[in-house]
């Protein structure tokens, strides 16, 4: 009992309270050691615990609020497909459940849902493309599907099979596990674009209802990039092997028939492209060593900048004029659009051992990044760097997430804990920060939690803000910190 006594103290960042405690048990009995679960830790061990939430920051008076005690929903929380903007979702959970259904839950209230409906095919995963007031969008890779329901009732408004992978000869099911990562989505207002990295072949929706607008099997060996706009679908690929240094293409093509915008079908680029980003009347690439603009008509090169001894991971976000590109030695280096793509500058955002995924989320002209290193914003001219850093008591970052007015960010505080193995156990904080003077407004120690199976599944990386508070997925359970407001 004095054991949990002391782990609650601990989570709710009482280190006065726990330490009385422990005193106090010191003092009436020697000899017994206090659990930690079945651990039994010395009270050395317990003292060294208590030291550390001692130090960590206190939180601001003004803003300061109480995170409630977090809890556990059933259900498989659905994360974004890779390339769509989390804040593009309403701040909404959907959950899938072993039975075949989906759930949708609040912000307010996420213990009762709104909605329940029947997933009209069965599939490894499903990952969302949109949701907000008209519509609620997922897709399967596995079931080459996507569906489309009513965001107020949950009724589906459509199912369509995509056709893009079967058992035709060259058309070979993605491997369990990689299915999101062999595709590649654009999603605007009216259309849905998905594209298979092997084949080259690109389908286009109507989010209407659903129809195919069109389909197209592009001349490229693979596909490596897509964004589309309000008319345009860019897509990038490699003829040959990229290991070769394969001839890039650039095809502009039209959102709505598939018809190349462009003089030629394809243009052809000195460059080995990853990632392209549509801004303005240009295209941007980004390949392996070089970032260039070409002209949205012609193809023609508006610019270009190469960089020395330093290679592009294809981690990319774009703002209102700058855009932010990682390198493989954790630099994120940002370039200003409005003036030739003129390099601003970069910062270290993460170490060499430190893994390479990284989430770079742009609000407004500013870029927010967290690495290895810390959190960082990164802005306009001149770049903000070693002094805008956010450098709390966390041991490794692991997520952070950017809402309106603050900052929700997931950090592993025990420096012995891999996060990459999934069969360790973790201990988790979570920091609220003021998102404009980066000002630590509240913290609250996750773990190590009491479920070691549940901490084991913990992906933070994939946390979804969920007003006030946080959600994170844990396997086929989802894990919700509320905030003040009770959700």
């Not at 062999?182 to 109507?206: E, I, M, N, P, Q």
């Not at 801004?279 to 012609?298: F, H, N, Y």
């Not at 805008?388 to 804990?417: C, H, M, Y």
């Not at 988790?428 to 939690?449: K, M, T």
């Amino acid at each position: 009992a004095v054991g949990a006594l002391l782990a609650f103290y601990l989570k709710r960042a009482r280190p006065d309270d726990a330490a009385a405690l422990l005193d106090r048990q010191t003092l009436l009995y020697p000899d017994l050691y206090p659990l930690d679960g079945d651990l039994a830790l010395s009270p050395g061990q317990w003292r060294h615990r208590i030291d550390e939430v001692k130090a960590l920051p206190t939180a601001g008076q003004a803003l300061a609020e109480q995170l409630d005690t977090p809890y556990l929903l059933p259900g498989r929380l659905l994360t974004p497909a890779p390339g769509i903007d989390p804040a593009s979702l309403a701040g909404r959970l959907l959950l899938e459940h072993a039975d075949g259904t989906l759930t949708c839950h609040g912000p307010d209230n996420p213990k009762q849902s709104l909605w329940s409906t029947a997933l009209p095919v069965k599939a490894r995963r499903w990952a969302i493309l949109a949701d907000g007031s008209e519509q609620t969008l997922i897709w399967s890779a596995d079931a080459d599907r996507v569906v489309a329901f009513n965001p107020a009732t949950g009724a589906v408004l459509w199912s369509t099979p995509l056709g893009l992978h079967s058992n035709e000869p060259g058309q070979v099911r993605p491997v369990p596990g990689d299915e999101l990562e062999a595709f590649l989505v654009s999603v605007s207002d009216a259309v849905v674009c998905v594209g298979h990295r092997k084949s080259a072949k690109v389908l286009a929706l109507d989010r209407a209802g659903g129809g195919v607008l069109w389909r197209s099997e592009l001349a490229v060996s693979e596909l490596t990039g897509m964004d589309g706009d309000a008319w345009t679908l860019a897509v990038v690929g490699i003829d040959g092997r990229a290991e070769l240094g394969g001839a890039g293409k650039l095809m502009l093509l039209s959102l709505f028939t598939g018809e190349p915008q462009t003089d030629h079908p394809e243009v052809r680029i000195n460059v080995t492209p990853i990632a392209v980003r549509l801004v303005d009347q240009s295209a941007i690439l980004m390949g392996i060593t070089k970032v260039m603009a070409v002209d949205r008509t012609t193809g023609s090169e508006l610019w270009s900048h190469t960089l020395v001894d330093r290679a592009l991971t294809g981690v990319v976000a774009r703002s209102q004029s700058m855009l932010a590109v990682e390198s493989t030695d954790g630099i994120v280096q940002v370039f200003d659009l409005r003036h030739g793509g003129r390099p601003v500058g970069g910062v270290l955002v993460r170490n060499r051992n430190d893994p390479e995924a990284l989430k770079i989320q742009a609000i407004g002209d500013q870029f927010w990044v967290c690495g290895g290193s810390g959190l960082f914003r990164l802005g306009q001219s001149p770049l903000l760097q070693g002094q805008d850093a956010v450098n709390l008591p966390f041991k490794r970052p692991v997520s952070a997430l950017v809402g309106e007015e603050r900052v929700a960010l997931l950090a592993i505080t025990d420096p012995q804990q891999d996060p990459q193995r999934l069969d360790q156990p973790k201990s988790f904080g979570l920091f609220i920060l003021d998102r404009e003077g980066g000002r630590l407004i509240n913290r609250y120690l996750l773990g190590p939690l009491d479920d070691a199976l549940i901490a084991s599944q913990l992906d933070a990386t994939a946390a979804r803000l969920l007003g006030k508070g946080i959600a994170v997925p844990a396997g086929w359970q989802t894990l919700v910190v509320p905030g003040a407001s009770g959700n």
